[in-house]
C-alpha cells in the first residue's frame, strides 16, 4: 500500500524535529543562576556581568584593577540592602531629575578615556563605543539614574547636620597638607584651601556613618552568598562604591 505524499512529508518534519531535539538535548544549555539572595531578593549571574561591563563608565576606574566578580558581587549586595531601604520610606526625594541624569551622562562622555579618541560628543558614535563594550545608551541612562538615586539617598540621610569646626580644618592643613611641601616650597594659604579640605572631612564623616549604618543593614537583614566563589572579606562599604563606582558621584 503506497503511503500518501502528505503523510510521508509529515512524518519527515517529526522526524527531523525529534532529530533536532535530540541533539540540542545532548548539548549543554547555559541558563542563569541566582548568586546571592538579599532579604529574598535574588541576585543573578548575568547582573554580576552587568555590572562588570558598566564599570568602564567609572573614569577612576581606568587604568586601575578590572573589576573582579566578587567586588562586583558586593557592590551588588551594598545597592540592593540600600534600594529596599529606600522602598520601606517610600523615600522619592532621591530621585534624580531628567536634567540631573542628562548633565551627568555628559560629563561622563567628556572624561572617560576611551573617547579621547573617539566621537563619543555624537549620539552614533556613543552607540558605537557602548556596543564594542556589550552596553546601549538606554542601559547606560537607566543605569545612572539608579546611581544618582542612590549618592542623594545617601546624601540626604548622612551629610545634613554634620557641620566641620574650622579647628578641625585647620589641624588637617598642619597635619597632611603642609607635610606634602618639601623644605623651600610655598604651600598655598589656608584660606585658599579651607572649602576643599572641608569637603574631604565631611567626605571622610559620611564615610564612616555610612560604613556604620550598611553594616547594621547587612547583619539585621539576611544575606546568603551562593556561590562560595564570590565570597569576599572586606565587603564595599564606600558609599561611591556602593553606588557603582568611584566615578559614581564626581
Not at 178 to 189: C, I, V, W
Request: charged fraction near 25%; glycine fraction near 4%; aromatic fraction near 6%.
Amino acid at each position: 500500500m503506497r503511503v500518501p505524499i502528505q503523510l510521508r512529508f509529515t512524518a519527515l518534519v517529526l522526524l527531523l524535529a525529534a532529530t533536532s531535539f535530540c541533539l540540542r538535548a545532548q548539548e549543554p544549555v547555559v541558563l542563569d543562576r541566582v548568586v546571592a539572595v538579599v532579604n529574598r531578593h535574588a541576585i543573578l549571574a548575568s547582573e554580576i556581568d552587568d555590572e562588570i561591563r558598566l564599570s568602564v563608565l567609572d573614569p577612576m576606574q581606568q587604568g586601575q584593577v578590572a573589576l573582579t566578580r566578587p567586588r562586583a558581587l558586593e557592590q551588588l549586595i551594598s545597592r540592593s540592602l540600600i534600594e529596599q531601604q529606600i522602598r520601606s520610606e517610600d523615600n522619592r526625594a532621591s530621585e534624580p531629575s531628567p536634567s540631573e541624569v542628562d548633565a551627568r551622562l555628559t560629563q561622563i562622555r567628556r572624561e572617560l578615556p576611551f573617547c579621547m579618541h573617539r566621537n563619543c560628543a555624537s549620539a552614533e558614535g556613543w552607540k558605537q563605543v557602548l556596543a564594542e563594550r556589550g552596553l546601549t545608551p538606554e542601559r547606560v541612562v537607566s543605569y545612572l539614574r539608579y546611581r544618582l538615586q542612590i549618592l542623594a539617598f545617601i546624601e540626604q540621610r548622612f551629610r545634613q547636620g554634620i557641620r566641620i569646626a574650622p579647628e578641625e580644618i585647620a589641624a588637617y592643613y598642619a597635619k597632611m597638607l603642609l607635610p606634602q611641601y618639601k623644605p623651600g616650597e610655598s604651600a598655598p594659604p589656608l584660606e585658599s584651601v579651607s572649602d576643599r579640605i572641608e569637603e574631604i572631612l565631611l567626605e571622610q564623616r559620611v564615610s564612616l556613618l555610612f560604613d556604620d549604618w550598611l553594616s547594621n543593614l547587612r547583619k539585621q537583614g539576611d544575606v546568603e552568598v551562593l556561590d562560595p566563589a564570590l565570597e569576599i572579606s572586606t565587603p564595599a562599604s564606600d558609599p561611591s562604591d556602593a553606588a557603582g563606582g568611584k566615578g559614581a558621584g564626581a
